[in-house]
């Protein structure tokens, strides 16, 4: 399983639990899920001026990703959607010097 980020655009709230059951049909795990609310479009999509905003975090088996992308282009609610591969964070290893007085 691989982890990723979609960000996508609704007309109404309720239609995010749409996206919610592409991405649980494709065997995905939703991982988290927040809503940054209504905001103005740079320019109209389908004549409307505004839309929900969300980004959630996924897990999914790579193989399946084609899958869940043309199920998605098919989706009429779906105004636009980008899906990104989540980077883990990276880990520095802890070095331990010594300080000499």
């Excluded at 899920?33 to 479009?41: A, F, V």
Aim: with cysteine.
């Amino acid at each position: 399983m691989s982890s990723y980020e979609i960000v996508f655009l609704v007309e109404k709230p309720e239609e995010a639990k749409a996206v919610k059951e592409l991405i649980i049909a494709v065997s995905g795990k939703i991982t988290k899920e927040e809503s940054w609310g209504k905001k103005q479009l740079a320019y109209p999509i389908r004549t409307l001026r505004s839309a929900e905003y969300y980004c959630w975090q996924f897990d999914l088996d790579p193989t399946k990703m084609n899958e869940l992308k043309k199920k998605m282009s098919y989706h009429e609610k779906l105004l636009r959607s980008v899906i990104f591969k989540a980077e883990l964070p990276k880990v520095l290893p802890v070095t331990h010097s010594k300080k000499t007085a």
